[in-house]
């Protein structure tokens, strides 16, 4: 069962140019965290690093496990880079709040999901998260992942088959829409690397052309999504790439709130 994990599940190009686009993207992130090393000051300095350096690690695994079809297992992972990518935007509007995340003895309690959202002034329930949440938890909703159902044409009887290892990626969409959730939550790691800027080597500029590399690669994994989506018969998900064009207002943002100098 464990060489499962050494080839991907279904040798589809199109899922293979989907993974190479995200890898892609994550580089450019890497770059920046490597860059970021050296010179800093305070708790902030090491927590926004071990912050996106989690995040990044997540959805590198999370996509491994998308590619060889662990769906729900893969859902946690991007769950994972999701609270990750919250506690980073904390830490990056309050510096104040890496001194509490590294120095309290209450960790579940003072950065617990809804307690981070609320500091950052967002509704304690977040749709994304707990969607990803549903998925992921040993809940009815992603038990279709490993559960289905046939009916015997004899007696029409319903007979229910529970899978062990890998979801059938070639005969469902469910591949494609766990990587539509994916590339929006790998987008945020761009607003959480500007954290990064002043430390060690890494400039306003060398984030500002990361953060558009990135943007890019991801718009072209998002044009992956919609062309699977549509060879399922999801026509309406047409324009979903787009959404990644906004990220100059994220990059204007971060410019104004990092300026250089």
Not at 62 to 89: I, K, T
Not at 129 to 147: I, K, M, V, W
Not at 165 to 179: R, S, V, Y
Request: proline share 3%.
């Amino acid at each position: 069962m464990q060489t499962e994990l050494a080839f991907p599940s279904v040798g589809r190009d199109d899922h293979k140019a989907a993974e190479d686009a995200f890898v892609a993207a994550l580089e450019h992130q890497m770059e920046l965290l490597t860059a970021s090393a050296g010179r800093g000051e305070g708790e902030a300095h090491v927590v926004i690093r071990q912050m996106v350096a989690r995040a990044l690690s997540d959805l590198i695994v999370a996509m491994h496990l998308a590619r060889h079809g662990y769906l729900n297992q893969s859902y946690n992972a991007v769950r994972a880079a999701y609270e990750s990518l919250d506690l980073a935007e904390l830490v990056v509007k309050d510096s104040d709040e890496a001194r509490r995340w590294v120095n309290t003895e209450e960790g579940h309690k003072d950065f617990a999901p809804s307690a981070v959202r609320k500091r950052l002034s967002r509704p304690t329930f977040d749709e994304m998260y707990g969607h990803y949440s549903e998925l992921a938890h040993p809940r009815f909703q992603g038990s279709r992942f490993n559960t289905f159902g046939k009916r015997e044409e004899e007696n029409e009887r319903l007979q229910v088959l529970v899978t062990v290892g890998p979801t059938m990626l070639d005969k469902f969409p469910e591949f494609w829409f766990l990587i539509m959730g994916i590339a929006p939550t790998a987008a945020r790691l761009i607003q959480a690397t500007a954290g990064l800027i002043g430390m060690g080597g890494v400039t306003e500029m060398k984030w500002d052309a990361a953060a558009r590399a990135t943007a890019a690669d991801l718009k072209r994994m998002a044009e992956t999504v919609e062309g699977g989506l549509k060879g399922f018969g999801f026509d309406d998900v047409e324009g979903f790439a787009d959404h990644f064009d906004s990220v100059g207002r994220i990059i204007d943002e971060a410019n104004e709130q990092f300026p250089e100098g």
